[in-house]
Each structure stands twice: as structure tokens, then as C-alpha cells.
């Protein structure tokens, strides 16, 4: 028996994969038959001796059990790494691209991890709505409220602004002072141009 092999051999894939790798449900159940195994002859030797009215185990089969319990332990690490793994790359899949699962990306899930995104997926779609701001807005922490920006696109027309509903016209080359919330989304599609203050002058 291979201890341990089957659990490194999911991290090693995940290690090689460029986003995460399809589920290997295959890899996963081989990873718990080989902790059944590992238990059972773990098992067969602490009753072997049970009944010999030992405090301790022999010193005989002292290393074959620590062996058997290392090798569970390290099985069940990989599967606990091999499944946060996963988990991550689902949460800051969710925090880069607030919507639903793209097709192309669900076909390497298990149904359990499609399940947790979806579920994942209105937990913070509920907490954005009720705290009343757009997680997925900001990557990093923004540094003021107040961001300078220059529209580069043209046809943008009029949008509304802060909480008091005053609008302003985003015409082509046009620099102006605007909360980041409300003109975040407009950055990321391209439309406007956050400028340093030295730039606008």
C-alpha cells in the first residue's frame, strides 16, 4: 500500500492546473477508501491486543499503528487542502465577477461546489443589499470617497449621482470630481479614466 499517495497525487494536480482542475471525484474516493483501509488495520491491531490486558500496545506493533495513523492523518489533510483550495478559487471567483457561474467553469465543478457557489452567491448578494454597497466594486480599498475622472468614451449622457440625486453629463473629454461608487462600474468598462491630481491640470 501506497500511504498517503492518493491524497498528494490531488494536490499535485491542483498544483499543475492554471484555474482548478475538474473535480476528481475518482481521486477524492480513493483518498477516503485508503483512510477506511488505513482504519480498519488500525483497528484489527488495537483489538488484537485488547485482549491481552495491555496498558499499552506492544512495542512490536507500535510503529505499524503510528504508521497507520500518520497515514490517515496526512490523507486527511490533502482532502481538507484539496476542498479549500477549491473553495477559494470559487469566493474570489465571486468577488471578480459578481454573477452567475459561466458554463464553461461549472463542468469542473462537483455538484456540491456549484451548489456552494450558488448559495455563496446570495449570501453576499444579501449582505451587499442590506448594508446598501457593491462588494464586488472595489478590489482593493479605496483611498477617498471623491475620485477625478475623465470620460474617454463618448455618448455616456447623463448620470445621477450621489445620494441626493444631482446629475452630471459625462461629454466626451471632460474631466470631472465624482464619488468612486457611483462610477466604478463605468472605470472598469472603460468609459472613464480615474486620473492622479497632477494629471488633471
Sequence with gaps: MNYG????????????????????????????????????????QATAFAGLNYSKPPMESRPSMLLHSA???????CLLAYHSYRVDKLRALRRETPASLPPSL???LSEAEVDFYSEYDKLV????????????AHQSPPEQDLIQVRVIADGLGRIVVGGGGSSVSLDMGTIHFLPRNDVEHLIRQGALEQLDTEESF
Excluded: C, M
Excluded at 499535485?12 to 492554471?18: M, T
Design 125 to 136: 448578494s444579501r449582505y451587499s443589499a442590506a448594508i446598501d454597497l457593491d462588494l464586488s
Design 71 to 77: 497515514a490517515i492523518g496526512r490523507n486527511k489533510q
Design 106 to 108: 461549472s463542468t469542473l
Design 5 to 44: 499517495q492518493r491524497g498528494r497525487e490531488l494536490l499535485v494536480e491542483l498544483k499543475r492546473s492554471d484555474w482548478i482542475p475538474s473535480y476528481n471525484d475518482e481521486g477524492v474516493r480513493g483518498t477516503l477508501e485508503e483512510i477506511r483501509l488505513h482504519f480498519e488495520e488500525l483497528d484489527d
